[in-house]
Every structure is written in structure tokens, then in C-alpha cells.
């Protein structure tokens, strides 16, 4: 597995590039956000961890830059926890943030956290399953006969990881996708932030609930603002 690290901070870079390697990672590391623009178009890597403050291109705008051809997932570091930080790196869509200075352990567990989501299947959550009737309606589609789950024109292939609107397809982040799947695996239930945190981004303790929050805000612009409905004081849902 391949990381793309992007930090300023020379000791930081260096420091965290040992530590990584340490797991087994390969680090490839720049000290600006140019250069680590051009990194990422250069080669292929399965993950990008980004510092928010970096030199000539910042965090924030790399991570936008990276979004505008990419779904690879994204971590950002924050020197601060400043609350403008965070939501900014998620709205550029970073899939989650940790604050510097980050323990090695923690660290990891998110990298492996996000590398997980490609081979993502819905966990069972603390909700109740929904009935069948409250289901999806599923479809066979195709000489493999995989399902599909149907609401309306939303449909979620759920084998091959795919979803379309209206029969065109609709590219998710990994955050957003797996983020949908355990709502289409759950319709018509609400499913609060907590257990949103433990399934979807396989967190073992409590974080921070603006993640879900600022994925929900992506999704709801890419499947339709009306398709996941807030329940104040409670969570989310799929509407069916």
C-alpha cells in the first residue's frame, strides 16, 4: 500500500514517514502542496494524508484539487482541532481528519479504517434490521443475477458498488458510498451518529459527529437533498 503525505513540517514528515513504513506502508512525501499536486498525478496511491497548513497550495484547496479526478480516500491532519479546519477539509471531501500531534496507533487505525471501505459490506447495525417490506425493492439484473436495491431513481448496486440516478452513474467518495450502503441497508430506519461512527467509519471509540454530518451534506448533493431525511435529535435516514 502506497500513502502520499503531504506535510511542511520536515521532523513531522520524517517522523511520521518512519512510523508508517514501520507498518508496512510506502510513503512518498512532499513538503508543499504543489509538489505534492504534482505527486499525486504522477503516480497512483491508495491513500493521501494532508497537513491543513502547507505552503503555496494548502490542504484544503489540494484536497479539492485531488477531488476534482479522484475518489482515493483522504485524510487530513490538523495542527489545531480548529473546528473551521475540520469542516473545511471535509466539505473539500476528506473522508475524515485527525489533530496533531497524532498518536502512531491512532493514526494507523484510521489509514486501515479508510483502506477497508473499498471491500466494504454493510455491518449489521445497533438498529433494528428493517423488514422485508421496508426494503429497497430488489431487482436481478444481468446473467450474474446480482441485486439491486431500488428507491425510486436511486439504485444501489450493492455486489459491485455502484449507484445511479435516473440510470446515470454517480461517483462517491469512499466515505460517501459506504455511508450510503448502510443506509440502503437500513431504509426507513433512523440510524443515529454514534452508530453511523462505529459502522461507517469503523471508529471503536466516540468521534467527532461533524464527520457524519459534512458526509451527509455531500451525499444529499449528489442523490438528491430530500433523499436522506434528519431526524432532530435522533440521526439520519434513508427515505424509502
Same mark, same amino acid.
Not at 113 to 124: G, K, N, Q
Not at 178 to 184: C, K, Q
Not at 202 to 230: F, H, M, N, P
Given at each position: ?8 513540517? !520536515?521532523?513531522?514528515? $520524517?517522523?511520521?514517514?518512519? +512510523? ?39 490542504? /484544503? ?8 479526478? &479522484? ?19 471535509? !466539505?473539500?471531501? +476528506?473522508? =475524515? ?11 494507523? +487505525?484510521? /489509514? ?14 445497533? +438498529?433494528?434490521? @428493517? ?9 436481478? &439484473?444481468?446473467?450474474?443475477? $446480482? ?5 425510486? =431513481? ?18 462517491? @467518495? ?7 450502503? !448502510? ?18 467509519? =469503523?471508529?471503536?471509540?466516540?468521534? =467527532? ?32
Amino acid at each position: 500500500m502506497t500513502i502520499l503525505l503531504v506535510e511542511d513540517d !520536515e521532523v513531522i514528515r $520524517r517522523s511520521v514517514t518512519l +512510523a508508517l513504513e514501520r507498518y508496512g506502508y510506502r510513503v512518498v512525501s512532499a513538503g508543499d502542496g504543489l509538489t505534492g499536486l504534482e505527486l499525486f498525478r504522477e503516480g497512483r496511491h491508495d491513500l493521501l494524508l494532508l497537513d491543513v497548513m502547507l505552503p503555496g497550495l494548502d490542504g /484544503i484547496g489540494l484536497c479539492r484539487r485531488i477531488r476534482e479526478t &479522484s475518489m482515493d480516500p483522504v485524510l487530513m491532519m490538523s495542527a489545531r482541532g480548529d473546528a473551521l479546519d475540520v469542516v473545511s477539509g471535509l !466539505e473539500a471531501g +476528506a473522508d =475524515d481528519y485527525v489533530v496533531k500531534p497524532v498518536d502512531t496507533a491512532v493514526l494507523v +487505525a484510521r /489509514i486501515r479504517s479508510l483502506l477497508r471501505r473499498a471491500v466494504y459490506t454493510p455491518a449489521a447495525s445497533g +438498529a433494528a434490521p @428493517a423488514a422485508a417490506g421496508d426494503r429497497g425493492r430488489p431487482e436481478r &439484473s444481468g446473467a450474474d443475477g $446480482r441485486e439491486l436495491l431500488v428507491f425510486g =431513481d436511486l439504485t444501489v448496486d450493492t455486489a459491485g458498488l455502484e449507484v445511479s440516478l435516473a440510470g446515470r452513474p454517480v461517483a462517491l @467518495a469512499p466515505t460517501e458510498l459506504r455511508l450510503l450502503l !448502510e443506509f440502503a441497508a437500513h431504509p426507513g430506519t433512523v440510524l443515529d451518529r454514534q452508530t453511523l461512527l462505529r459502522n461507517v467509519w =469503523d471508529y471503536g471509540w466516540d468521534g =467527532d459527529s461533524r464527520v457524519v454530518d459534512l458526509c451527509v451534506q455531500r451525499l444529499r448533493k449528489k442523490i438528491g437533498a430530500d433523499r436522506v431525511e434528519t431526524v432532530r435529535g435522533f440521526g439520519y435516514k434513508l427515505r424509502r
